[in-house]
């Protein structure tokens, strides 16, 4: 069979094989594949406080909260994206490490924070806050948000994956909900 011009059919078969070939890697390309663990245990109860964009900071309070996380990234050979069973100790440790503490942002220029071997003070302006070291966690952050403890969490958990996990992650989403239906999201490439 001869098509129009000097082409053959094996010409035109050539080329709709390659058309479907082209075709099937990019279905194969836009296949995503995520997990997303969101366990009653992935939680911590902290104390905190706001400087709020006008410079007033509010009281020391407490709340309840829950991590959730999803990644996306390659299947591997077993058709996972990340083994459950190896990624929920990580985000675990990282939630128990800031349990039952004072969150203090270290990172804020409303605040300074001075510590001793025993005591962590914190000054604001003319106000004083003196806490035991032990009951304090130092953060590198500039507040003790929802999204910006979400962006901490989520470093933390990047840095446990890269070391210790062999995954494939290209995306990675943390929530930190402080009360039901609130709650502030990090999301960044792994």
Known sequence: MRLRGSHSFSDFLVF?????????????MSRRFSIEVAKDYFNFA??????????????????????SVAMEGELDRAGVVLDFITFKPLVKQICDALDHR???????SAIQVRQNAREVEIVYKKQKLLLPRGDVILLPIANTSTELLAEYIARQIKRKV?????AKIRYMEVAVEEARGQRGI???DF
Do not use: C, M
Not at 162 to 166: E, G, I
């Open 186 to 188: 990090f999301r960044d």
């Open 162 to 166: 890269q070391r210790s996990v062999p």
């Open 102 to 108: 004072t969150l203090i942002q270290t990172s804020s």
């Open 16 to 28: 709709v094989l390659k058309e479907i070939k082209l075709l099937s890697n990019l279905w194969l």
């Open 46 to 67: 902290s104390a905190h406080f706001l400087i709020f964009a006008n410079g007033r900071r509010e009281p020391l309070h407490g709340h309840n909260y829950q991590v």
